[in-house]
């Protein structure tokens, strides 16, 4: 259950039994994903990229960036797990796996948000074997203080602290996902 409270200037919500306050607007949103397809338009624009969006928290942040997108591009669709509650397990579990349509092309994976960076490296390891050209990592939010991978996003939309979050697409145990703006958990 997601409950409201409107105080001044910003939004606390309850989602289950966990307090957030909205620290990313829906606006600041759409003017960060307008600006990374902009970025992506120009850097790719006599190409044919493989956008590999991965499910299921970045199905907002994609559906928003491919409206945006005039190049000559394909989507396709990746479902990896590694959140139990609140917490990055350190198990990562791939429930959708990339198609060998990536040989020989550039690939831009879509991420609604890069935490420790064990999922990408998990599945970079994955795309690799396809033969991508190139492999661009995207993401609309990056936690570069918990960040300990061996890729580090190409295209980042905000950095922002170690706080759990939601909304947008990220969800706390299943809940939130539909919220059109990012909140920070309260303490």
Do not use: W
């Not at 006599?46 to 199905?59: A, E, H, I, K």
Request: glycine content about 6%.
């Amino acid at each position: 259950m997601i409950t409201f409270a409107a105080c001044y200037f910003f939004m606390r919500i309850k989602v289950s039994d966990k307090h957030f306050i909205r620290s990313i607007s829906a606006e600041q949103i759409e003017e960060k994903v307008t600006g990374l397809a902009d970025q992506i338009n120009r850097d790719f624009r006599n190409t044919n990229p493989l956008f590999l969006s991965v499910l299921n928290g970045s199905f907002m942040f994609t559906s928003d960036l491919m409206k945006k997108i005039t190049i000559n591009c394909e989507l396709q669709f990746v479902k990896i797990k590694s959140y139990v509650g609140l917490h990055s397990t350190t198990k990562v579990k791939t429930l959708l796996a990339p198609s060998q349509e990536a040989r020989g092309r550039t690939v831009i994976v879509l991420e609604d948000i890069v935490d420790s960076g064990q999922t990408l490296d998990m599945l970079l390891d994955q795309i690799h074997p396809f033969q991508p050209n190139d492999i661009k990592l995207c993401t609309l939010l990056y936690k570069p203080d918990n960040f300990r991978g061996k890729h580090a996003p190409d295209y980042v939309g905000f950095e922002i602290p170690p706080d759990f979050i939601v909304g947008y697409g990220l969800d706390y145990n299943g809940l939130g996902r539909n919220l059109p703006e990012i909140y920070t958990i309260t303490k």
